[in-house]
Structure formats: C-alpha cells, structure tokens
C-alpha cells in the first residue's frame, strides 16, 4: 500500500537553479494539491489539479510550475529556485471534489 | 479567503491531563472541517472532520471535536493524553464543493511522560 509518495525527500539547492519536487499517487485519486508548510503560516495551498491536464492557482503560485500528464503524477518545479521557497513542500490527493485530502510524506527543501 | 486561527501555539501538558485545542475560523457559510495531526518527522494524517450532521466528533486515538456554530469553531478534545500524543495539531478549513483547504498555523503539543 504505497499510497502517495514524495522525492526527494530532502533537498538543497542554489538561488537560480531549477528544481522539480515529484509527487506520485497509487489510488488514481482525481485530485491532488501542493502545499508548502512555514513557521507561522501553516499550509499553504501552491497549485492543484482536478484531472490529468487540468490545473489550477491555488494562494501562493509565484514562482511555481505543475504540469499533470497522467494522473498519478503531479511534479512541481521551481523555475529558478529563491530563498523565499526553502520551505517543506506536501503533496495530497483526494478521491473527489470537496473530499478528505491526504498527505504525502513532504519533501524538505533548502535554497542557499 | 478563509481564515483560521488556533491561538494556542505550544501547550505542554502531563500524561493523563485533558487537552482542549482551540479553532476558529472566519467564514460565515457552511463548512467543512478537519483536524489533522502531523507527529515528529512524520507526514499529516487525518485525525477527525466535520461535514455534517452530529457536531460532536469522534476520531482516532480517543480524540473527538465540537462544531459551535454560532462560534465558529471546532476545538479539539481528548479526555487523557499520552506521550505518543506529541505532535503538531494542525485546524484545516474549506467551504463544501470547494478545492482549497485553509489550515491554522498548528498548535505544538508536547506530553511529559
């Protein structure tokens, strides 16, 4: 029961650099979100997904890419990686619309 | 957009004492609620949510919450705590039908043995 996911699990990186953090889901669950998680902020939606090839902003999305080519990926990037973004970044995914999330295991990222 | 405060940031309690975590959010509509609990080095996972019906809640591991309406909130109880209770206790929030789930800021709890 693999269920949802992340990899890297830790990983540090340069200002400027790109970075994809992956997400991968065996339930064929619909939705699946990112999340970055900071001291004082809690969870914080970055982008979602409803469907292979459907996406969405979520309430911080700058500086962020998703792509979902098939449903049980939804890899993020960072275009060119900012301090800013250190952060633990969480992939969920929920079976339908409005249903219970589930989380993966974050992924722990540092810019330097 | 939502807001959801949980005002208690660390509460440190011994084992067998009764915890009380607080929730409120800002949304005048209906709701739907969740509690999650991330323990040390470990990923969320689901403790107990409100969609409708009963405003009492029971979840996992002897942990229940009560949806007050008229105060917006949904605070976390559990009767005993134990050691293994340590953990970040997170209060998440969105409106039915919607995608985004709004989260507090956690609160730390840490039981003494």
């Known amino acids: 029961d693999a269920g949802i996911t992340q990899s890297p699990r830790y990983k540090i990186t340069e200002t400027g650099r790109q970075v994809t953090l992956m997400c991968h889901q065996t339930?064929?669950?619909?939705?699946m979100f990112w999340y970055r998680q900071d001291l004082g902020h809690g969870l914080r939606l970055i982008y979602y997904?409803?469907?292979?090839?459907?996406?969405d902003k979520g309430e911080v999305p700058d500086g962020y890419v998703v792509s979902r080519s098939k449903t049980e990926n939804f890899p993020l990037t960072l275009e060119s990686a900012t301090r800013s973004q250190t952060s633990v970044y969480f992939c969920?995914?929920?079976?339908?619309?409005?249903?219970?999330?589930?989380f993966g295991p974050g992924t722990r990222l540092t810019v330097l | 957009a939502q807001s959801v405060s949980q005002h208690n940031h660390h509460v440190i309690l011994s084992e067998a004492a009764s915890l009380e975590l607080g929730c409120n959010y800002s949304?005048?509509?209906?709701?739907?609620l969740f509690w999650y609990v991330q323990y040390p080095g470990q990923h969320l996972q689901l403790l107990l949510k409100?969609?409708?019906?009963?405003?009492l809640v029971k979840g996992i591991k002897g942990f229940e919450a009560e949806f007050i309406k008229s105060k917006f909130s949904f605070n976390l109880r559990k009767p005993s705590v134990q050691w293994s209770d340590t953990a970040e206790y997170f209060c998440?929030?969105?409106?039915?039908?919607?995608?985004?789930?709004?989260f507090g800021t956690g609160t730390r709890l840490t039981v003494i043995p």
């Open positions: 969920a995914s929920s079976e339908s619309e409005g249903l219970t999330q589930y």
């Open positions: 339930w064929s669950h619909s939705y």
């Open positions: 997904s409803a469907a292979a090839d459907i996406t």
């Open positions: 949304y005048g509509g209906t709701v739907n």
């Open positions: 409100y969609f409708s019906g009963d405003p």
């Open positions: 998440a929030v969105k409106q039915p039908g919607a995608n985004n789930l709004f």
